[in-house]
């Protein structure tokens, strides 16, 4: 006899192959396959099969154990997104993949968590502070210290604020060739930290610049690297960084461990984590390190910027989309869904109605013939929500819609539905957040 | 000039969906298509090829099937197809996979030199962006990554417009280069009649793992340092909390605003130094 595989459950993550000790199973055109020569009914691939694909016929009571929780029916969708994965992913706990190679803190001489913090054209991304605030969490689950990271030129301004937000120490390389951001330099000065200092977790945001980079420092390091990562956690037994992500454009989510290479890497998704609490004075190491590498020495040169509205840049990258439909009537009214965006910082989205009607651009166009979105906050004025619509956006993390038809379908996906005439509830929507969001700005 | 295109077959992911009773992956039906955004670097190549002269290589990884992605893609106008298609590739996370694809490329640059390599900026069944960057790296070429519109092309050199949270980045970088591209590179064009008989009688040629010299301890799962500890439904959207903003439009507004700061759905940055806008 031999372990079964149900090939209808099976999605060749290889998590069987990487366990059994016998090399019994192998993945073919993307599915196990158990050699019966080989196999003696061990049973510990059914232990790590995150699908429920192996069986032993002769052993059905293993089986039983192994069955999944149902997924769909412990969602509370008042929760919001991250804590119920987490949730989700907790009481999923023994279904963890058992490290082969088990790291020990600090034992491996890989040691840390660092936050690499993106410094562009005079401005920090918020999403490093964010960061420090997760790898906080992360360090102390595993007893280790948090550490950021300064690549740049003249960002002696930027140390502070790390320490104020958290780091114990940070790493700075300070150097003219780092002026514009481009990926060799960055790669290699991030890459000669790394080497030096072997951190056992980096961070950074999944932001251009942070899926730029990190994919290069990863391959000079030949390690993992998972990026838009929405849940982060530590397995208490390996130490390993759980990585979760979403994947095949947001239906599933997965998560990922790098067991075999140091450091473990991700990219961040902004906004997902919370922003720590910013403590003024806190100081901590500085640690200056010298950067061995001259202009010529790189095959790219920056040769202009042309700073553009950032709301109109990466519709399926934004944060707080605020997309209208055929419902706003005409064009003259665009300017109250406008009004809502600029108090937000939201990026300006519509059906396709509106973009027919000549309201919006083709870029703005959300659903399948347009833009999938994934943005934190999906506010959809006067939209019906046709289902070519909804594929694209359903799987925003929160959903606000107003339609003045309590029957739209756009009602039936939305967190927050109001049943209303637009023309009211959304300049009363601007007024209420403007008068929140007067000294700051939303994110 | 010789243009190598990065082409991948991807389920369609819109129809890819989590059974949430079983947790398991449905995929039965799910056509697979080019990944859209290669589709992109393929034109750009093939556009390229029109002006400058050449000739346009693609090359992709994948199960036997994929064959017939890159019949497809030769229908727009390539010269070459290779698939690279083993057992011993199979369950490669993005760090194994570009040692694999660029290990071909390395082989083709040796007896035709490559000019500039396109990829799409990710793939949509993976989503990850890593694997032309890790391609770039491995074969020591320059990438520009989320290309929006190439500028300028000469013998020596590239200039790319990339997309960037605040605004665009003109760079200049020397050949041989990658460049990973976005959909606003350029708009698809049709294949023309010649060019599908052309490449319906096309055979793309398969290199297994014997066709290089691989090290087997960098490719599939063994050579994988990431892997999938478990998979898992998104939380279902069930639908929430209506609310009748008919009567009194402006508490309505005020009460749902006032709930979204309670739950943090939206917070507020305040106005630092680290401020973004």
């Not at chain 1, 690499?116 to 960061?131: D, F, Q, T």
């Not at chain 2, 199979?90 to 030199?113: C, F, M, N, R, V």
């Amino acid at each position: 006899m031999t372990v079964v595989v149900d090939k209808t459950k099976c999605i060749g993550c290889g998590a069987c192959v990487m366990e059994c000790s016998l090399e019994a199973l192998d993945l073919i055109d993307g599915l196990a396959v158990a050699d019966v020569k080989k196999c003696k009914e061990l049973g510990s691939c059914l232990k790590v099969c995150p699908t429920n694909a192996l069986s032993l016929l002769n052993r059905p009571e293993q089986r039983q154990e192994n069955l999944a929780p149902d997924a769909g029916s412990k969602y509370n969708f008042k929760d919001t997104l991250p804590d119920s994965v987490q949730d989700y992913a907790q009481g999923n706990e023994k279904k963890t993949i058992r490290a082969q190679v088990t790291p020990v803190t600090g034992g491996d001489g890989w040691s840390g968590v660092w936050v690499i913090i993106e410094y562009n054209n005079g401005k920090v991304a918020p999403v490093a502070w964010e960061l420090l605030g997760e790898g906080r969490k992360l360090a102390d689950a595993i007893g280790c210290g948090l550490c950021g990271v300064v690549t740049g030129y003249q960002v002696d301004a930027v140390i502070p604020e790390a320490f104020a937000y958290g780091a114990e120490k940070v790493y700075v390389i300070d150097h003219p060739v780092l002026k514009d951001y481009r990926t060799e330099p960055y790669a290699e000065a991030i890459t000669s930290l790394v080497r030096k200092y072997r951190p056992e977790i980096i961070l950074m945001g999944a932001t251009s610049m942070g899926r730029d980079v990190f994919p290069a420092v990863a391959t000079k390091m030949r390690t993992g690297l998972t990026a838009d990562c929405t849940v982060l956690g530590i397995d208490p037994e390996t130490k390993l960084l759980q990585q979760t992500r979403p994947a095949f454009g947001g239906n599933i989510m997965a998560t990922i461990l790098c067991r075999t290479s140091r450091p473990q890497m991700s990219t961040v998704r902004p906004r997902v984590m919370e922003m720590p609490e910013r403590v003024e004075g806190r100081t901590g190491d500085v640690i200056r390190e010298e950067f061995g590498f001259n202009e010529s020495d790189f095959r790219t040169k920056v040769l202009e910027f042309i700073p553009s509205d950032a709301k109109s840049a990466f519709l399926d990258k934004a944060e707080i989309i605020v997309a209208v439909g055929l419902g706003i009537g005409a064009k003259r009214n665009m300017v109250l869904a406008e009004e809502l965006a600029d108090v937000l910082g939201a990026t300006l989205a519509g059906s396709r109605g509106a973009v027919e009607a000549g309201w919006l651009t083709h870029d703005q166009q959300v659903g399948q013939s347009g833009i999938t979105v994934r943005p934190k906050v999906y506010i959809s004025i006067g939209i019906s929500g046709a289902i070519q619509h909804l594929v694209g956006m359903e799987t925003s993390d929160f959903i606000i819609a107003i339609n003045n038809d309590p029957e739209a379908s756009i009602l039936k996906v939305a967190n927050y539905g109001i049943v209303g005439d637009l023309f009211q509830i959304v300049p009363a929507l601007t007024a209420e957040f403007k008068k929140r969001l007067q000294h700051g700005v939303a994110n | 000039m010789h243009f190598v295109v990065c082409l991948k077959q991807v389920p369609d992911t819109s129809e890819v969906r989590i059974d949430p009773i079983t947790n398991t992956l449905m995929r039965e039906g799910v056509p697979s298509i080019i990944n859209p955004y290669d589709a992109h670097g393929l034109e750009e190549a093939i556009r390229l090829k029109a002006k400058v002269g050449g000739k346009v290589t693609i090359v992709s990884m994948g199960p036997p099937q994929a064959k017939e992605a890159l019949k497809k893609a030769m229908s727009f106008g390539a010269d070459r197809a290779i698939l690279l298609s083993d057992r011993a590739f199979g369950g490669s996370d993005s760090l194994a996979t570009a040692y694999i694809i660029s290990s071909a490329l390395q082989k083709i640059h040796e007896t035709e030199p490559i000019d500039l390599v396109f990829a799409g900026k990710e793939a949509i069944d993976g989503d990850t962006a890593q694997t032309g960057p890790g391609i770039a790296q491995r074969l020591g070429f320059p990438q520009l990554t989320y290309a929006i519109r190439v500028k300028e092309l000469t013998d020596t050199t590239v200039t790319v417009e990339r997309k960037t949270e605040s605004g665009r980045q003109v760079v200049q970088a020397q050949l041989p280069a990658l460049l990973t591209v976005e959909k606003e590179l350029n708009d698809l064009s049709y294949a023309t009649l010649p060019n599908m008989m052309k490449a319906a009688a096309y055979e793309p040629e398969v290199w297994n793992f014997s066709s290089l010299p691989f090290d087997i301890t960098q490719m599939g799962l063994k050579g994988s340092p990431t892997s999938v500890a478990r998979i898992f439904a998104p939380p279902g959207r069930s639908g929430g909390e209506i609310m009748d903003g008919m009567k009194d439009p402006k508490g309505t507004a005020a009460s749902i605003v006032q709930k979204i700061f309670q739950q943090n759905i939206i917070m507020v940055h305040p106005l630092s130094k680290g401020g973004k806008h």
